[in-house]
C-alpha cells in the first residue's frame, strides 16, 4: 500500500470548489462559521458507501446541534451522485471530484489493493474542519456501520 500524505491537523484545510450534486458550485469558503465533515468516500451507491451516507443522514438533527454540516466527497459525476441522493434520501451535499484533484489535496488518493487487484482510487478517510477552516481532526481507519456515531464522539471531544 503507498504511504497517505495526509493534511496535518492544526493546518488549514486545503481550499476547494467544485459541483455538487446539483451542479452548483461549492467551496469549502462557504462554511466558515461552521464544523465541517468532509468524508471521503470511493463510489456512490455501493453498499458501504450507502451505509456511511444513511449513518450521517440519520444524524442531521445531532450533527446540527453541534454546528455541523456533512458532505460527502467522490470521484462521481453529478448525474450520479443526484441519483444516490434520491435513492437513500441523503439530507446534505455529495460533492464531485472527478479529476481527484480534491483528493489529491487531501492526500487520499492512492494506490489500493482489492481482491488481488491493484488500483489507484479514494481511500475512506474523514476530516473534521473547525469554524475558522482548520483541520481539528483526521479519521483514517473509518467503518461504515459506525462512521456517524465515530464522528459524533470526535464533534464531542473537540
Same mark, same amino acid.
Given at each position: 500500500? *503507498?504511504?497517505?500524505?495526509?493534511?496535518?491537523?492544526?493546518?488549514?484545510?486545503? @481550499?476547494?470548489? $467544485?459541483?455538487?450534486?446539483?451542479?452548483?458550485?461549492? #467551496?469549502?469558503?462557504?462554511?466558515? +462559521?461552521?464544523?465541517?465533515?468532509?468524508?471521503?468516500?470511493?463510489?456512490?451507491?455501493?453498499? +458501504?458507501?450507502? $451505509?456511511?451516507?444513511? +449513518?450521517?443522514?440519520? #444524524?442531521?438533527?445531532?450533527? @446540527?446541534?453541534?454546528? $455541523?454540516?456533512?458532505?460527502?466527497? #467522490?470521484?462521481?459525476?453529478?448525474?450520479? /451522485?443526484?441519483?444516490?441522493? =434520491?435513492? &437513500? #434520501?441523503?439530507?446534505?451535499?455529495? /460533492? *464531485?471530484? @472527478? =479529476? %481527484?484533484?480534491?483528493? =489529491?489535496?487531501?492526500?487520499?488518493?492512492? /494506490?489500493?489493493?482489492?481482491?488481488?487487484? &491493484?488500483?489507484? +482510487?479514494? %481511500?475512506?478517510?474523514?476530516?473534521?474542519?473547525?469554524? @475558522?477552516?482548520?483541520?481539528? %481532526?483526521?479519521?483514517?481507519?473509518?467503518?461504515?456501520?459506525?462512521? %456517524?456515531? =465515530?464522528? /459524533?464522539?470526535?464533534?464531542?471531544?473537540?
Amino acid at each position: 500500500m *503507498s504511504i497517505l500524505k495526509l493534511p496535518k491537523t492544526g493546518a488549514p484545510a486545503p @481550499e476547494f470548489t $467544485t459541483l455538487n450534486q446539483n451542479e452548483e458550485t461549492v #467551496s469549502l469558503k462557504d462554511f466558515r +462559521g461552521k464544523k465541517v465533515i468532509l468524508y471521503f468516500y470511493p463510489k456512490a451507491m455501493t453498499p +458501504g458507501c450507502t $451505509t456511511q451516507a444513511c +449513518g450521517l443522514r440519520d #444524524s442531521k438533527a445531532e450533527l @446540527e446541534k453541534r454546528n $455541523t454540516v456533512a458532505l460527502g466527497i #467522490s470521484p462521481d459525476a453529478p448525474k450520479r /451522485l443526484v441519483k444516490f441522493i =434520491d435513492k &437513500e #434520501s441523503l439530507n446534505f451535499d455529495l /460533492l *464531485s471530484d @472527478e =479529476d %481527484h484533484s480534491i483528493a =489529491d489535496k487531501y492526500g487520499v488518493w492512492g /494506490l489500493k489493493k482489492f481482491m488481488g487487484r &491493484e488500483y489507484d +482510487g479514494i %481511500h475512506r478517510i474523514t476530516f473534521i474542519i473547525d469554524e @475558522e477552516g482548520k483541520l481539528a %481532526h483526521v479519521m483514517d481507519k473509518v467503518k461504515t456501520k459506525s462512521h %456517524h456515531d =465515530d464522528v /459524533l464522539a470526535v464533534l464531542d471531544s473537540l
